[in-house]
C-alpha cells in the first residue's frame, strides 16, 4: 500500500526529511571520493537499510547524475535493496560444491516452504566460503552448514505464524 505522504510519493512527513537529510549528508561526505556512487549507495544501504526512489533523487543531485544513472546502478547490483528488508532471510548457497549435495532440492523446498510470506526472504547465493559442510544457507545472517530441508524447518519454526 502506498500513502500520498510516503518517502516516494511526493509530500514528505518529518521522517521522510530526516530521512532525505541524511542521504544528502552520505552523498556530500563522499561525492569527491573515487567511485563515489558506490561509496555513497553503500553507505545508504548500510545507515538505512535500503535506497528508495527518493534516495536515487538526492544522490543524484549531490552528486550531480541523472536519476537514470543512479537507479541504473541500484538495479544492477543485487546487494542494493530498494525496499526495507523483510523480518527474516533465508540465503542459500547455490554454488557447485553445495549443488552436489542436494542445495537444489533444498532451495526448492525452502522457496515452497515460505511462499507467500512477505516477512520472509528466500534467496539463492554463490558460496559462502562452508562448502565442505554444504548444503550452506544463513538464515536471519547466521552461517549454518549441513542444511537439509528438514533441519531448515526446525531452525525457523518459531517464524511459524
Ligand atoms: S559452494 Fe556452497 S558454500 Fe561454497
Request: hydrophobic share 40%; aromatic share 4%.
Amino acid at each position: 500500500m502506498t500513502r500520498a505522504t510516503s518517502p516516494d510519493h511526493g509530500m514528505g512527513t518529518g521522517l521522510d526529511l530526516e530521512r532525505t537529510g541524511t542521504v544528502r549528508r552520505l552523498a556530500e561526505q563522499h561525492a569527491s571520493e573515487r567511485g563515489a556512487l558506490m561509496v555513497v549507495l553503500h553507505a545508504v544501504q548500510s545507515e538505512l537499510g535500503h535506497i528508495g526512489r527518493s534516495d536515487v533523487e538526492a544522490i543524484a543531485d549531490v552528486l550531480n547524475l541523472s536519476r537514470a544513472d543512479v537507479h541504473g546502478v541500484v538495479s544492477f547490483y543485487k546487494d542494493f535493496r530498494t525496499e526495507p528488508s523483510p523480518e527474516h532471510t533465508v540465503h542459500l548457497c547455490r554454488a557447485e560444491a553445495c549443488q552436489s549435495v542436494g542445495a537444489e532440492a533444498l532451495y526448492v523446498d525452502a522457496r515452497r516452504a515460505f511462499a507467500g510470506r512477505d516477512d520472509v526472504e528466500v534467496d539463492e547465493v554463490f558460496c559462502l566460503g562452508n562448502c565442505a559442510l554444504g548444503p550452506s544457507g544463513m538464515i536471519d545472517g547466521r552461517l549454518h552448514g549441513r542444511l537439509s530441508s528438514e533441519r531448515l524447518l526446525g531452525l525457523t519454526e518459531e517464524w511459524v505464524r
